[in-house]
């Protein structure tokens, strides 16, 4: 409705180009898909992918798995040594040691306390075993010594439980591939699991 000399008495029209609300929304919908595909990116894939579908990888899922007749020798026995004053502690030890398939033999004391965590003495030929054996307790010390077929192990003072079977384990491939000539780890051709 006009009044005359008033003008018109509806509100003033803003006219916004269509163009600039359409670059907007163009602008705005390509920075959330590059973001989109950066995320994907940095995650390592679509949550479609195939691999999303695998289960996680542990840390050492890149080695090779090793040969039977490296993981546990039978040809061997362990004497185990308490080097504590605490009493029945090399017992205990090489009761879960066998539980986790070593060949125990003798069972005692050593003659003066130890320093350490543990002590590993093994003779040229029982290398691998006496580094299976390691394995089994972090931060253990190995040590070479003369003769054939000794693998003995000194429980000292700092000890207090054997490493968990996973971490074993690893320690163990570890130890084994290390000991092999020209062996290596390498990645497998296809993957069988998913990075963490």
Same mark, same amino acid.
């Given at each position: 409705?006009?009044?005359?000399?008033?003008?018109? @008495?509806s509100?003033?029209?803003?006219?916004?180009?269509?163009?600039?609300?359409?670059?907007?929304a163009?602008?705005?919908? @390509?920075?959330? /898909?590059?973001?989109y595909?950066?995320?994907?990116?940095?995650t390592?894939?679509?949550?479609?992918?195939?691999?999303?579908?695998?289960?996680?990888?542990?840390? *050492?899922?890149?080695?090779?798995?090793?040969?039977?007749?490296?993981?546990?020798?039978?040809?061997?026995?362990?004497?185990?040594?308490?080097?504590?004053?605490? +009493?029945?502690?090399?017992?205990?030890?090489?009761?879960?040691?066998?539980?986790? /398939?070593?060949? !125990? /033999?003798? !069972?005692?004391?050593?003659? =003066? =306390? /130890?320093?350490? !965590?543990?002590?590993?003495?093994?003779?040229?030929?029982?290398?691998v075993?006496?580094?299976?054996?390691?394995?089994?307790?972090?931060?253990? =010390?190995?040590?070479?010594v003369?003769?054939?077929?000794?693998?003995? *192990?000194?429980?000292?003072?700092?000890?207090?439980? @054997?490493?968990?079977?996973?971490?074993?384990?690893?320690?163990?491939?570890?130890? !084994?591939?290390?000991?092999?000539?020209?062996?290596?780890?390498?990645? =497998?051709?296809?993957?069988?699991?998913?990075? +963490?």
């Amino acid at each position: 409705m006009t009044i005359p000399g008033r003008g018109d @008495l509806s509100p003033p029209h803003r006219h916004v180009a269509v163009g600039r609300w359409l670059t907007v929304a163009l602008v705005i919908a @390509l920075l959330v /898909g590059g973001g989109y595909a950066a995320f994907l990116g940095l995650t390592g894939g679509s949550a479609n992918s195939a691999a999303s579908n695998l289960p996680a990888c542990s840390r *050492l899922s890149h080695l090779p798995k090793l040969p039977k007749s490296l993981t546990r020798t039978q040809q061997f026995k362990v004497t185990v040594d308490n080097a504590t004053l605490r +009493t029945g502690l090399a017992a205990r030890v090489a009761a879960e040691l066998k539980h986790r /398939g070593f060949p !125990i /033999g003798a !069972i005692g004391n050593t003659p =003066t =306390t /130890g320093k350490g !965590i543990a002590t590993v003495r093994y003779s040229p030929n029982r290398k691998v075993e006496a580094q299976l054996l390691a394995a089994q307790i972090a931060n253990s =010390t190995t040590v070479a010594v003369g003769g054939r077929g000794v693998v003995e *192990l000194d429980i000292d003072p700092k000890f207090r439980v @054997l490493a968990s079977r996973g971490a074993a384990r690893a320690a163990e491939r570890l130890a !084994i591939l290390g000991s092999l000539p020209h062996t290596s780890p390498t990645p =497998t051709p296809s993957p069988t699991c998913r990075p +963490t």
